[in-house]
Structures are given as structure tokens and as C-alpha cells.
């Protein structure tokens, strides 16, 4: 029944045309009929296996773009699901890729190494268990979308009539340095068409003179080379000075860094390619500077009570560091002004129920914050043992997305580097960060409990805090330093909250 409603709809004429052959199929046939005729008489193995594509995903929230940095399965192993397939540096660390299907890796189309592969990418083609993953079938748009194609070459234009009334101009083309010329120099090189890039100016701060000009003219004074231009005043062009000296200032090839106003040897530089981090700390630095109003205020904290529990801490084999009592002392202000515990999405305030502290980790990709969750209901300890674990990961680029993304608060303490203070800039969407000093000794009068005045050494701290202006307002956030400077001083009121 099936084969009689085939051959009914047009079916004798497609056999017809197969018992003419394929020669002769072809001959009558367009290019979709041959498709056709392959897709009819081939074979699976003719067309290739058909495969289950692997895309460059988004691990990050910001990430437009990643690097393959090495591949963990390679091509015919077996895929499971949740398999590691690959690392993947993104704009924030080196996360690895999991598989989401079952199979076998057939081909990686995107080797490691690769650079600026765009989300969505095809990186890679699985097959199914027991299937022939050497005759995967590559698609046609396989390969690196990242790469742009060359340009067109321009059509030859005709050539230019006799009554050609101005000189073309010398136009800066990509890839070749800029040379600066004088007003002698450019007529001389438009009216003969000569480059001037491939030599040495000799002029004064690097300046193609005209002496250069007539040079490179009689180098190149054979006929065949010149390209002369039709001119109504061709007398004006000048001729080579045989009689009068030129006095000319040669360039050092490497001139001395000291001289003044001479500047290094032309087009010398060192290129230093940006990864996706630095990438994204600089559009994140730029969008917050331009965005938000930034305000700041600082106060001096007294750190001698801290430095005296941590000793004491110390002896039970407990190791925290000073750090670890400010983001203690951060959190619990946090909880005690709720405030200043905000973020804000672009229309609007969000007060967030849980304080989850961000810190500033230097690595060698950039400037990382790894986020402490939860901060007012963990112990000093825990919040210790929680900053080294975060700051190794980051070092390392092992951190999890969710362990970088997000944070109602941020911290970033120079004072291991002997700074004193300075001022952060603020983590967007988050509303304040906390830059942190080193500690200081100063002298300062105190009376004692019989009201006698005496000069003590005490330990000194300065925190700076940066806070956007929208949210946090000067008064606020007044309020928040002078409660934090008294939870620092008094490090036994952390235990009370």
C-alpha cells in the first residue's frame, strides 16, 4: 500500500530517473537534486556520523568570550555526564567545563591554547556509544568564529585620465608606522608617489625632512619606478640642490633616555596581550569610576586590643591574622547598620538578608574577589580557615563561579604591602568597600583611672570607606565607621554578635 502511494506520487519518475544512472542524473539534475541522490543511495559511512555538538558555554555572568586552556578528554575517549571536558579561562578564573551528554569526544575543533573563542562557539563534536567517531561529520561552520575574515581587495580602478588636477594624498595604511612629515617632504613624496616608511628620518624629534625626501628620490630615480603625477605646475616640483650644503640632524639609532624631547627609537614597544580578566577588571574599574558617585570617608582604628588577643589565641595554636578580625568586626557593623548591607541594580536599593563579604586577592591574572558567605554567624576561626582556603583557589584559578559572583560588601587590605591608606574603588552592584592600612605606632595622651594625663605608644590602623553616594549617604556612612572603629577597639563585642 505504501509503495503503490509512493510510486502514485511521482515515485516512477524518481526510479526512472535512477535506472538512467548517476552520470545522468547529475547531468540533468541541479546541485539540491544531487544532494538528494546522495542522501538516497549513500551510505552512513559515505555522509559521516552524525554528531552531538559541544558549544562554548557562559560560566560567568559577565563572560562575552573565553580561552581553551587544556583539554581533559581526549579524542575517542569515553564522555560521561558531568564528565570534565576542558578548562576554560573566563573574565574571572579558569573554571572547568562539564559535559552534559554521554559519548564519546570525536573531534576538538578548537585546540588549547586558543584565544577569544565567543560564547556559543562549536568547540568540539560527541558521538553516541557505538558509533564510529572517526567518521564524525564535521559541519560546515566549524571553526574559529573569533577570526575575522581579510577584506575585499579593492577593483582595480582605470588608470587616472591626464587631467588629473591634485596630487593623491599620503594616507596612513594599518600595520605601517606613522611618519611624520614636513609640508617640503609631503609634496615631494605625493607628487612621485614614493613611501617613506621604510626609512630613517633624520630630522629633528623624528621629522621626514625634505633633504630625506630628495634622497629617497634619487635612490629611487630609475624611470620604471617613479610615478609621476600630471600637474598643471610641474615646474614647481624641485629639483636636487647640487651646490648648497644641507645641514642635517641625524638620529641616534637609540637615543639617550635623558635627552629631553627626544622621544625613543621609532615604533619600539613591547606588546603585552590582555587577558579576559584584565579585560573585564578594566571595563568593571571604568563603568564604576564614570557611574557611581564614589564618596569617601577614613578613621583611625586602635588595634592593641586585636594584637593582644591574636597573641593569645596564638598560644592555643590558633592562627588568625588581623585581617580576619576586621572582616569579623565588618560583618557584625553590617548586621548592627543593615543599611549599609545594599546593593543597587541600576533603578534601585536592595537590602540583602544575608552579609556575604567579598576580599580582594592579588593574582598574577588580576585582581579577584572570592566571597565569604555569611560572615556575622561564623567564628573567627572559621572565617580564617574560609580566607586562605578562597585566597589559594584564586591564585590558583580554581575558583567556582559561585564562589566569585555576587557579595553585598568588599574589603581590600593593602597593609601587608606597607601602605598606610588609600581609597578603593567600588565592586559593582555592591554599594561600599573597605580599604585597609597597615598598623602604625604613634604616641598619644591618655589619662588614666586617677584622671593623670601620660604619653602611650599605641598601634594605629586606618580605614578608608569608599560608598556610593545613591545609597550610602555621608552621614550613613559616618555612622557605619565610627561603629566599626568601636567594634575593632573592643574585638570582646565580636563575641556578642
Known sequence: MAAS????????????????????LGAGLSLPARAGWRHLHGTWELLGTPGIKVLMPALSPTMEEGNIVKWLKKEGETVNVGDALCE?????????????????????LVEEGSKNVRLGSLIGLLVEEGQDWKQVEIPADAGAPSSVAPPAPAPASAPAAPSVSAPPKLQHQPGKLQVRLSPAARHILETHGLDPSNVTPTGPRGIFTKE??????????????????????????????????????????????????????????????????????????????????????????????????????????????????????TAVTLRQMPDVNVTWDGEGCRRLPSIDISIAVA???????????????????EIAASAKALAKKARDGKLLPEEYQGGSFSISNLGMFGISDFTAV???PQACI?????????????????????????????V???????????????KFLETLKANIENPMRLALN
Not at 15 to 20: D, G, K, S
Not at 88 to 108: F, H, N, Q, R, Y
Not at 363 to 381: E, F, H, M, N, S
Open 426 to 428: 567600588i565592586n559593582p
Open 5 to 24: 502511494l509512493w510510486l502514485s506520487g511521482g515515485g516512477e519518475r524518481v526510479l526512472r530517473l535512477l535506472r538512467a544512472g548517476r552520470s545522468a
Open 88 to 108: 576554560i579561562e573566563t573574565d574571572k578564573a579558569v573554571v572547568t567545563m562539564e559535559s552534559s551528554d554521554d559519548g564519546i569526544l570525536a573531534k576538538i
Open 464 to 478: 578608608t570607606l569608599s560608598s556610593d553616594g545613591r545609597v550610602v549617604d555621608d552621614e550613613l556612612a559616618s
Open 363 to 381: 593574582t598574577d591574572r588580576g585582581l579577584i574577589t572570592p566571597i565569604i558567605k555569611d560572615v556575622a554567624a561564623k567564628g573567627i576561626k
Open 212 to 329: 630625506d625626501a630628495l634622497k629617497l628620490l634619487q635612490e629611487k630615480g630609475k624611470p620604471s619606478e617613479l610615478k609621476p603625477v600630471v600637474s598643471p605646475a610641474p615646474a614647481a616640483v624641485p629639483s636636487p640642490p647640487q651646490a648648497t650644503p644641507v645641514t642635517s640632524y641625524p638620529r641616534p639609532a637609540i637615543p639617550p633616555v635623558s635627552t629631553p624631547g627626544q622621544p625613543a627609537a621609532l615604533g619600539t614597544f613591547t606588546e603585552i596581550p590582555a587577558s579576559n580578566i584584565r579585560r573585564v577588571i578594566a571595563k568593571r574599574l571604568t563603568e564604576s569610576k564614570t557611574t557611581i558617585p564614589h564618596a569617601y570617608a577614613a578613621a583611625d582604628c586602635a588595634i592593641d586590643a586585636v594584637l593582644k588577643l591574636r597573641k593569645e589565641l596564638a598560644k592555643e595554636d590558633i592562627k588568625v591574622s588581623v585581617n580576619d578580625f576586621i572582616i569579623k568586626a
Open 434 to 462: 573597605l580599604a585597609v592600612g597597615r598598623a602604625r605606632p604613634e604616641l598619644k595622651i591618655v589619662e588614666d583611672e586617677e584622671g593623670n594625663e601620660k604619653l602611650e605608644q599605641h598601634q594605629l590602623m586606618t
